[in-house]
């Protein structure tokens, strides 16, 4: 295993200048934040959570070439995905733990969207809130689809019209 190399915060608007990568994959984890892009590993080191969704929406607009984006942590309900606010226009696909907070807005249009987990109330949750995720070509959600036996009045479909559906439980 190749040791990521140290990135300093005051350095992080230098990195971003030089991005040039179609995937980018960021994980909050306990030495801090992981950057994983083509071959390369970075690690911003620290257990600031502010400082990680400030990194992330900071980095995310500049981003011109992106395509694939990936955002975990290391527990995935601790991280909240209402930090990010502008898609870049070339991301067509976010891989995310869970969909608290995710915007319909960053994620409308998407080719691909993959949720590690989900649950009945967050369907209930964002079908009540008006949070309709629309023509996102398809959906891989990799656990939850029991739980969803709890939805009575509504379905998945009514929460993300228009979109593929699969489950990998």
Sequence with gaps: MVKPKVLKFED?????????????????????????????EYLLKGDDYENFLGIVNYILPHMNKIESLEIKSRFYNEIDYSFLIKKP????????????????K????????????????????????????????????????D??????DISIQDVFPNSKITFDD
Excluded at 89 to 104: A, E, F
Excluded at 147 to 152: N, T
């Design 12 to 40: 992080i608007v230098d990195f971003i200048k030089g991005f040039d990568s179609k995937t980018l994959k960021l994980y909050e984890n306990y030495k801090g934040l992981s950057i994983k892009f083509d071959k390369n």
């Design 106 to 145: 960053f994620a409308n249009n998407l080719n691909y969207l993959e949720v590690s987990i989900i649950y009945s109330d967050d369907i209930i949750e964002k079908y009540e809130n008006g949070e309709i995720y629309k023509n996102i070509k398809k959906i891989l959600f990799l656990e939850g689809e």
């Design 147 to 152: 739980s969803l036996d709890e939805l009575d």
């Design 89 to 104: 226009k070339t991301l067509k696909k976010l891989y995310i733990d869970h969909l608290n907070g995710l915007s319909p």
